[in-house]
C-alpha cells in the first residue's frame, strides 16, 4: 500500500470502510483482484473480446451449413476457454436424450389422477 497505514491499524487508525474500498478498486489484474474474482486475470474488455469473436465464428459456422444437409455439417466451433471455468460449465444438459410423449406427461403432471 502506498499509505501510511497497515493491516494492523484496522478498526482503529484505518476505518473498514477505507479498506473495503480499497479492495473494490484494486486493479483486474493484482493478485488479490484475480483471487477474489470469477474472471481469474481476465479484463471486461478481454471477456468482451472472448465473446465478440465466439458470436462472429458462428455466424460463420451458421452460415456454411445453410447449403449443406445435416450429416455434411462441420463441427460447431467451440468456446474459448476462460480462466477459471470448466470446459462444460456453460452448457446445462439434462437427461441423455428425447422420451416418449406419455413418459413425459408423467413426468411433467406427476401421473395419472387417482379417480
Known amino acids: 500500500m502506498r ?3 497497515t493491516l494492523d491499524d484496522l478498526g482503529y487508525d484505518l476505518p473498514e470502510r477505507a479498506l473495503l474500498a480499497f479492495a473494490r478498486h484494486l486493479p483486474a489484474d493484482s493478485a488479490t483482484a484475480s483471487e477474489l474474482s470469477d474472471d481469474a486475470g481476465w479484463s471486461r474488455t478481454d471477456m468482451l473480446l ?3 469473436i465466439e458470436a462472429a465464428e ?3 459456422w451458421v452460415d456454411v451449413c445453410k447449403g449443406l ?3 455434411n455439417r462441420p463441427p460447431r466451433p467451440a468456446r474459448i476457454p ?3 471455468v470448466k470446459a462444460d460449465e456453460h452448457e446445462r444438459r ?3 436424450g428425447p ?3 406419455e413418459e413425459f406427461d408423467d413426468w411433467y403432471y406427476g ?3 387417482d379417480g
Open 111 to 113: 401421473g395419472e389422477p
Open 69 to 71: 444437409k445435416k450429416g
Open 94 to 96: 439434462i437427461g441423455s
Open 82 to 84: 476462460r480462466p477459471g
Open 50 to 52: 472472448a465473446r465478440l
Open 58 to 60: 458462428l455466424q460463420l
Open 99 to 101: 422420451i416418449p410423449i
Open 3 to 5: 499509505t501510511r497505514y
